[in-house]
């Protein structure tokens, strides 16, 4: 079974800078493709970044440029450096994995696991 586990959020002022990690237990986990979805308060969930099994990345337009998502297969885990952040990028983060690395990376529905999300609070 698989299982994430996010970390890293906390306060920022914008402009500021912040690393999210998540770390992946189960198995194969080169062969899943990942991601990063954010919902703020009285939003829809919404995607953020994603890492393909052959380290193909895909951004949203509102974080290109500013953001990064990279993985390290050996340790099982996948980041998101957060850089320029924005009041706007207030949300809780969640990572994601996809054993099918299917096209539609950027649809929450494409994915099967889950993490419990951590807090990103952008304020001054």
């Known amino acids: 079974q698989v299982q994430l586990v996010e970390s890293g959020g906390g306060l920022v002022q914008p402009g500021g800078s912040l690393r999210l990690s998540c770390t992946f237990s189960?198995?194969?986990?080169?062969?899943?493709?990942m991601a990063w979805f954010r919902q703020a308060p009285g939003k829809e969930r919404e995607f953020v970044a994603a890492?393909?099994?052959?380290?193909?990345?895909y951004y949203a337009p509102s974080v290109k440029g500013r953001f990064t998502i990279s993985r390290d297969n050996d340790m099982k885990l996948v980041y998101l450096q957060m850089s320029s952040l924005r009041f706007e990028d207030t949300a809780v983060y969640y990572c994601?994995?996809?054993?099918?690395?299917?096209?539609?990376?950027?649809?929450?529905?494409?994915?099967?696991?889950w993490g419990p999300g951590t807090q990103v609070t952008v304020s001054s």
């Open positions: 189960g198995r194969a986990f080169s062969g899943y493709g």
């Open positions: 890492i393909r099994p052959t380290v193909y990345t």
């Open positions: 994601a994995a996809d054993p099918r690395y299917g096209g539609n990376y950027y649809l929450a529905d494409e994915y099967d696991y």
